[in-house]
């Protein structure tokens, strides 16, 4: 359960204690039902932060202008509709608001924070669980993205087809032998059907470490727009990351967005030399001055420019 640096002292302590006590609770639990903890844990620390806010933040906050506690709000929506509903909400006020000074950047900071712990209670799995009455399936195994990209894995798809009750008898029992990966999306499945290897596995398995790498410099740069903050170790390529994302409404909630956006990167081969090539591009350089200044041919500059996808140039 990600607190975000910055967050409100108060809901940050709060969550801590939350995450401590929440071992029992869970979306499938009578007894132990995750939004009574949410009640009693979470509701009474926001309904004071939101007494000490100025009005300009109270349309961005769900149910605040209504008198609702955050439980009820979640109760009358979902988990997954509240996730959405607040990202909207942010990047509305992040585009239209704030300022980036310490209050904006606290109330964001907060604003995320709640999010991963909705997020989080919304993936929470029951200490014992089975996934529906004659499938021989364990419940207890990772649930979420795939390894290597922002699609949810095929096991994660399943369960929750099988929760929303979108699946036949007839369905469940022809799957029920299927090995469904915890790991993976059908596409960077390792074994395809037919049982031959995938190659689609394979290209993006040798590329992992870039994928990370790309997606953690997303992530940084996510969590402060005012300025480069990719820590990429080059500062042509941290100021790519900060005018790529001022065109985007992108939060760092949206975490199988930046998945994805990742995975582009690295599919694309948007290598760091390209982003620096951009970069220069969009600062005014010609593509003689570029070169000059990377010290590589104008041909090279001509070349690399033409093999960028459109979604990625800074228009």
């Known amino acids: 359960m990600t607190i975000w640096e910055g967050c409100e002292p108060e809901v940050h302590r709060a969550i801590k204690q939350f995450k401590d006590r929440w071992g029992p609770y869970s979306l499938a639990s009578k007894r132990y039902h995750i939004l009574r903890l949410i009640r009693e844990a979470i509701d009474?620390?926001?309904?004071?932060?939101?007494?000490?806010?100025?009005?300009?933040?109270?349309?961005?906050?769900?149910?605040?202008?209504?008198?609702?506690?955050?439980?009820?709000?979640i109760r009358l929506t979902g988990f997954d509709t509240m996730v959405r509903l607040q990202r909207q909400l942010l990047r509305h006020f992040v585009t239209t608001m704030d300022k980036q000074d310490f209050e904006d950047r606290r109330f964001i900071a907060t604003a995320e924070s709640l999010i991963d712990l909705v997020w989080d209670c919304a993936c929470k799995q029951p200490q014992k669980t089975v996934a529906t009455a004659g499938v021989n399936l364990n419940d207890q195994r990772r649930h979420g993205f795939c390894e290597l990209c922002g699609e949810l894995t095929e096991f994660t798809v399943f369960i929750e087809t099988i929760r929303k009750e979108q699946i036949h008898d007839a369905e469940l029992e022809n799957r029920k032998k299927l090995e469904l990966s915890h790991q993976f999306c059908p596409k960077h499945k390792p074994i395809l059907a037919n049982g031959n290897r995938n190659p689609v596995y394979r290209q993006a398995k040798r590329s992992i470490e870039q994928f990370k790498c790309e997606l953690g410099r997303l992530q940084r740069q996510c969590v402060n727009r005012s300025k480069p903050k990719a820590r990429s170790g080059d500062p042509l390529v941290d100021r790519y990351f900060h005018y790529y994302l001022l065109t985007q409404t992108i939060q760092p909630a949206d975490k199988a967005e930046l998945r994805k956006q990742a995975r582009l990167m690295v599919d694309y081969k948007l290598s760091d030399r390209k982003k620096q090539i951009l970069v220069l591009q969009k600062e005014g350089f010609t593509q003689s001055g570029i070169a000059q200044r990377l010290g590589i041919s104008h041909q090279a500059v001509s070349k690399a420019l033409a093999a960028i996808p459109e979604r990625f140039r800074l228009n």
Do not use: D, N, Q
């Open 44 to 73: 009474p620390v926001i309904a004071t932060y939101v007494k000490t806010l100025p009005t300009r933040y109270s349309s961005y906050i769900p149910g605040i202008s209504g008198g609702m506690s955050f439980s009820e709000i």
